[in-house]
């Protein structure tokens, strides 16, 4: 009897560390896309997006069909969708779901910025033989963090549907 209650109050503080660090990453991970979604509706924003949608094989469409500020508009409204639909993960697990997958997406695509910028805009000379991020490529690196946190979002909402 002393054994199981010395485990379960070994575990409680392990269990609640884990569920706070879970909300701690959500609603992190959901200020920063609503930051930069509501940044997106800047013409400041708009003109620093515009080297990296123009040369994406994903977003370069929008530029055909917006104007810059449109496109830009576009993407600060699925930002803060995405942030939105994260932050009611607790509601729902089924919409934290659709949010998850948004944010996935979203990272994934600025990732691709890295491939598709030309070289000079992401890479500078080699540090004694490592590649130096550049401009853009330090900027866009983040976004792996991001795209981890994005993941664990996603597997947490998943794992309350199953």
Not at 42 to 57: D, F, K, N, V, Y
Not at 81 to 105: D, E
Request: charged share 10%.
């Amino acid at each position: 009897m002393a054994t199981a209650v010395q485990q379960l109050t070994s575990v409680a503080p392990v269990a609640r560390s884990d569920a706070f660090s879970k909300y701690f990453i959500r609603y992190a991970l959901v200020l920063v896309i609503s930051w930069i979604g509501f940044m997106k509706f800047t013409g400041p924003e708009a003109q620093a997006i515009q080297p990296l949608l123009a040369t994406s094989p994903f977003m370069s469409w929008l530029l055909r069909v917006f104007s810059l500020q449109g496109a830009s508009n576009f993407i600060g409204v699925a930002e803060v969708t995405t942030a939105l639909l994260l932050a009611l993960r607790p509601v729902s697990a089924k919409i934290g779901l659709v949010g998850g997958v948004l944010a996935i997406g979203t990272f994934l695509t600025t990732l691709s910025f890295m491939l598709s910028l030309p070289h000079a805009a992401v890479w500078e000379q080699s540090l004694g033989g490592f590649p130096a991020l550049a401009g853009n490529g330090g900027f866009l690196v983040k976004d792996f963090v991001l795209l981890g946190a994005a993941v664990l979002c996603t597997s947490d909402a998943l794992a309350d549907l199953r």
